[in-house]
């Protein structure tokens, strides 16, 4: 049983996602505390409906990143969280909270990363003309984006997509493969190895592919 501290900043439904399937017995964690750093979000709501603590802690009423950060540390190791999920948590984070908590800070991405770090990266991954998009969880590290990848899911790129028909696709992967990665940690699975994450004693994926557009006159 892993004890989790969830940091959001928006509606929350990836907290939404791993509540549940903590619920359904899928994912052993505990959720100890919900920090936003807004008030009167959608997120903290979920936590109430669940009986979730949670704490509001304004990060405009702190001078530095640091000192917000090192404010979240304490909230943190009050609620004897051992791993720190960001779900739609739109600080950066301070090296004060990685050290605090070495590769036990996760975060959800939605773009298969390294490709389209950032902010609201639907719309660009769309405008680029890639044709599959996805989501990664990774360990955070010091840079943006840039920490060890533990998880991705992948998923088609249409031609009549906008940035929110990207998103909804994305976002309904990013529901599976947060908790999968809590789960992972939380079975002692996820091994670091320099830039990599081995998921230790979990087989392999099946060796199958996706063509798009589909490669039909190729088919035998
Ligand atoms: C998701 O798109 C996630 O990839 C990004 O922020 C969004 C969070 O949405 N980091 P929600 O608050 O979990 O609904």
Known sequence: MVNLGILVSGSGSNLQAIIDNIEAGRVDAKIKVVVSNVPDVYALERARKHNIPSVVICHKEFKTREEFDQRLVEILKAHEVELVVLAGFMRIITPVLLRSFPMRVMNIHPALLPAFPGTHVWQTEVDSGVKFAGCTVH????????????????????????GDTLNARI???????????????????????????????????????????PAGIFDP
Request: no cysteine; proline share 7%; net charge negative.
């Open 139 to 162: 360990f955070v590290d010091e840079g943006t984006d840039t920490g060890p990848i533990i998880i991705q899911a992948v998923v088609p790129v249409y031609e009549d997509d906008t």
């Open 171 to 213: 976002l309904k992967q990013e529901h599976k493969i947060y908790s999968q990665a809590i789960q992972l940690y939380a079975e002692g699975h996820l091994e670091i190895q320099g830039h990599r994450v081995l998921a230790k004693g979990i087989p392999k994926v099946p060796d199958a592919f996706m063509i798009n557009p």
